[in-house]
């Protein structure tokens, strides 16, 4: 693991895009630690940190106990004293067992006392994968409304590459989800000298004139599936991937949805609650009046991630009922 | 700080699992045959599980419980009917000895519209109380607290009915298993549980997750009486949960057993293993829990070869039809996925 993305463009999935990142920042910068189950000679339960354990040894990859909890306040406590932890769960749904302190403590720390927290809380999440109820989640919702936190959920291996960097650099808290349908199936360049994105700032996936689809992490392939099918019958959709979720880039959004006149938030968690109300809600105070049609949204049932394949394909929103519901906001 | 010598020491003369003659027993040659019979059940219906996971039959992930099926099934036999057990991944024999069939696992494995939760979960993530059974939760430590909450429930009624749950070396370090632990304690609820210390968790051996040698001297903390027990032994396991429950049962507040053992495969069948000494996997074959009670039966003349062999024989059978059934099996429909997110029955 000696190629680095500061070299010569190089192909990688989305898996070794996050940790060429971990493996590069731990190069730059000696504060960098990562902390978690199976994450040393493992390597990791999907083997994101393979071969760190050996480059940076035991001191910086630090393998623990099943305590979510007890090693995200770890993890907290280190940061404020100067530490880059980057925590790994080993499936993001077990962050549910660090709530408390990461919604509580690590959230609201600058604000009750001044005190930053830089801190990266990783981890493998969502479905198509027949993981079931505990091994599919999509929490991003579950800490959009939580004061304090950043939230990343990149799509491509470049944005991933470049914006844990980023998470890594930001002096605040920062959730990074890695879709794990993404990790071997997405491939892509990480050009010459790329090290940071910025965070908040959303990338235009598609141009395109006839409607908006803002969506992010595995429904931006999604949307782009959708998009050629649809393009076929002369329906131009652009598709806005917001990238970071917290801070959002409203002004892409805005600006999209002015040109089109048509939003529709596409996201893989159950509608009721989930972040792209917030998105539509947005689009509704901030661009009512360039609206041609309701803005829509569509997302996964409010139900649990059901297991069968059958029912889950039912759950999870797919090309042909964007494209479906695209063609109604497009016709109506 | 070092850890200092186990202050349960004295207390537990068979803490080394190598003793070849198995526990003393009095239970008689018919219920000894069915527990030989639910441990090779147990087997090979996991056996048949690995053929279905690498002919793509099984959707998702394949647990094995294999060296450790002695800890499921002595446990579970020690249960009465109205007692409740809240099992893990790894305790299919505790399923089979509540009286589910092979085919519930099967097509629960294999995502069929015909599995106990209709395809809706997986694996062995299914219960059924009036098996006594409640589904297993995936994050580790969780059952401890739902199963103290069940026992409190029988103590809260005057019932006498006792509950069991599992828990692995690994799954002792979370929050939930203190709270819940501490929680049965100081509530004194008739609950059972079995720690299997099977030597790893994923990747991580037991000296990477705790400064402890026993498991059981987490109990000590709680003040739960602990016992270690050979986990390779089913005759020893059936024994010691036996008492375990008797004492729970008679209202002597929760119970603890650290059972030693070893996990023979990987986490799971996508894992070789590899992090794991060869010598390990060759220093408890020798100890193979079922290989050990076939020999205690022929020993003890229970039961000759031919016998055996009989239920052996019986056992594939009823697996035959079984994986039949689920290979027959229809998928869900897929607007089942919207059905039971609320109980719409009466109050
Ligand atoms: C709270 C929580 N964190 C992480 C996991 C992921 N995980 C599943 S099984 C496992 C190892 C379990 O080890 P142990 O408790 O010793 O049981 P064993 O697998 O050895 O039977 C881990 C880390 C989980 N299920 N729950």
């Known amino acids: 693991m000696s190629a680095t993305a500061t070299g010569a463009a190089t192909e990688v999935t989305f898996l070794e895009a996050i940790g060429r990142a971990l493996a590069d920042e731990m190069r730059a910068d000696d504060r960098v630690f990562l902390i978690g189950e199976d994450v040393g000679r493992y390597g990791g339960a999907f083997r994101v940190t393979a071969g760190l354990l050996d480059e940076f040894g035991p001191r910086r990859v630090i393998d623990t106990p099943i305590s979510e909890s007890g090693f995200t306040g770890a993890a907290i406590g280190a940061a404020m004293m100067g530490l880059r932890p980057v925590v790994e769960y080993q499936f993001?749904?077990?962050?549910?067992?660090?709530?408390?302190?990461?919604?509580?403590?690590?959230?609201?720390?600058?604000?009750?006392?001044?005190?930053?927290?830089?801190?990266?809380?990783?981890?493998?999440?969502?479905?198509?994968?027949?993981?079931?109820?505990?091994?599919?989640?999509?929490?991003?919702?579950?800490?959009?409304?939580?004061?304090?936190?950043?939230?990343?959920?990149p799509a491509t291996?470049?944005?991933?590459?470049?914006?844990?960097?980023?998470?890594?650099?930001?002096?605040n808290p920062v959730l990074f989800f890695e879709h794990k349908y993404l990790y071997r199936r997405v491939k892509g360049t990480l050009p010459e000298g790329l090290e940071t994105l910025p965070l908040g700032r959303a990338r235009l996936a598609r141009a395109g004139r006839d409607l908006t689809v803002i969506t992010w992490s595995a429904m931006v392939h999604v949307a782009l599936e959708a998009a050629a099918t649809l393009a076929a019958e002369g329906i131009e959709i652009e598709i806005v991937d917001l990238r970071t979720l917290k801070p959002m880039d409203e002004a892409a959004i805005l600006a999209s949805v002015e040109k089109t006149n048509r939003a529709l938030v596409l996201s893989e968690?159950?509608?009721?609650?989930?972040?792209?109300?917030?998105?539509?809600?947005?689009?509704?105070?901030?661009?009512?009046?360039?609206?041609?049609?309701?803005?829509?949204?569509?997302?996964?049932?409010?139900?649990?991630?059901?297991?069968?394949?059958?029912?889950?394909?039912?759950?999870?929103?797919?090309?042909?009922k964007l494209a479906a519901r695209v063609r109604e906001l497009v016709s109506g | 700080?070092?850890?200092?010598?186990?202050?349960?020491?004295?207390?537990?003369?068979?803490?080394?699992?190598?003793?070849?003659?198995?526990?003393?027993?009095?239970?008689?040659?018919?219920?000894?045959?069915?527990?030989?019979?639910?441990?090779?059940?147990?087997?090979?219906?996991?056996?048949?599980?690995?053929?279905?996971?690498?002919?793509?039959?099984?959707?998702?992930?394949?647990?094995?419980?294999?060296?450790?099926?002695?800890?499921s099934v002595g446990s579970a036999y020690a249960l009465g009917p109205r007692d409740v057990v809240g099992p893990l991944i790894r305790n299919l024999g505790s399923l089979l000895v509540r009286g589910v069939a092979p085919r519930e696992i099967l097509t629960q494995y294999m995502a069929r519209g015909t599995s106990p939760t209709g395809g809706k979960d997986c694996n062995l993530h299914f219960g059924d109380l009036a098996r006594g059974l409640v589904s297993p939760i995936s994050m580790l430590g969780a059952l401890v607290p739902v199963l103290a909450g069940v026992a409190l429930a029988a103590k809260y009624r005057g019932e006498d009915s006792v509950a069991l749950t599992y828990i692995g070396d690994g799954g002792t370090s979370t929050g939930?298993?203190?709270?819940?632990?501490?929680?049965?304690?100081?509530?004194?609820?008739?609950?059972?549980?079995?720690?299997?210390?099977?030597?790893?968790?994923?990747s991580t051996p037991t000296e990477r997750q705790m400064k402890i040698k026993d498991l059981a001297q987490r109990a000590v903390a709680y003040g739960i009486p602990a016992r270690i027990v050979d986990g390779n032994d089913v005759l020893a396991v059936y024994e010691a949960t036996r008492q375990a429950v008797s004492e729970a049962r008679a209202g002597g507040g929760p119970r603890m057993l650290e059972v030693k053992t070893f996990r023979m495969k990987g986490h799971a069948e996508h894992d070789d293993a590899g992090y794991v000494p060869p010598e390990l996997f060759e220093r408890?074959?020798?100890?193979?829990?079922?290989?050990?009670?076939?020999?205690?039966?022929?020993?003890?003349?229970?039961?000759?070869?031919?016998?055996?062999?009989?239920?052996?024989?019986?056992?594939?059978?009823?697996?035959?039809?079984?994986?039949?059934?689920?290979?027959?099996?229809p998928w869900p429909p897929p607007e089942r996925a919207l059905e039971g997110v609320y109980e719409e029955g009466e109050t």
């Not at chain 1, 291996?157 to 002096?171: F, K, Q, S, V």
């Not at chain 1, 159950?270 to 689009?283: E, H, L």
């Not at chain 1, 360039?290 to 803005?295: C, E, I, M, N, T």
């Not at chain 2, 527990?35 to 099984?58: A, C, M, P, S």
Request: net charge negative; aromatic share 10%.
């Open chain 1, 92 to 153: 993001i749904d077990f962050i549910a067992n660090a709530f408390d302190m990461v919604v509580n403590f690590a959230g609201t720390n600058r604000y009750r006392w001044g005190q930053k927290v830089p801190l990266v809380l990783r981890g493998p999440s969502g479905g198509r994968v027949s993981g079931s109820a505990f091994h599919s989640a999509n929490p991003e919702a579950y800490f959009h409304r939580a004061p304090g936190l950043k939230i990343v959920y």
């Open chain 1, 157 to 171: 291996a470049e944005d991933a590459y470049g914006l844990l960097r980023a998470a890594i650099r930001d002096p």
């Open chain 1, 269 to 320: 968690e159950p509608v009721t609650g989930s972040v792209a109300g917030d998105v539509a809600a947005r689009i509704a105070e901030r661009a009512f009046w360039s609206l041609d049609a309701p803005v829509a949204r569509v997302g996964c049932l409010d139900t649990p991630v059901p297991y069968s394949p059958p029912l889950e394909d039912f759950y999870l929103p797919n090309a042909a």
């Open chain 2, 1 to 71: 700080m070092t850890t200092s010598a186990s202050p349960l020491g004295p207390l537990h003369p068979d803490v080394e699992p190598r003793r070849e003659r198995l526990a003393a027993t009095a239970l008689p040659r018919e219920s000894q045959l069915e527990l030989y019979r639910y441990l090779q059940l147990n087997r090979r219906l996991e056996d048949r599980l690995t053929n279905l996971y690498r002919q793509g039959k099984v959707v998702g992930g394949l647990y094995s419980s294999r060296g450790q099926e002695a800890i």
């Open chain 2, 176 to 202: 939930d298993f203190h709270e819940g632990m501490n929680l049965a304690a100081v509530l004194e609820v008739p609950l059972v549980v079995v720690a299997e210390h099977n030597g790893y968790a994923y």
């Open chain 2, 284 to 329: 408890w074959r020798a100890r193979d829990p079922i290989a050990r009670f076939e020999r205690h039966l022929a020993d003890e003349g229970l039961a000759t070869r031919a016998e055996l062999d009989a239920i052996l024989a019986d056992v594939d059978r009823r697996l035959d039809e079984d994986v039949d059934f689920a290979l027959a099996s």
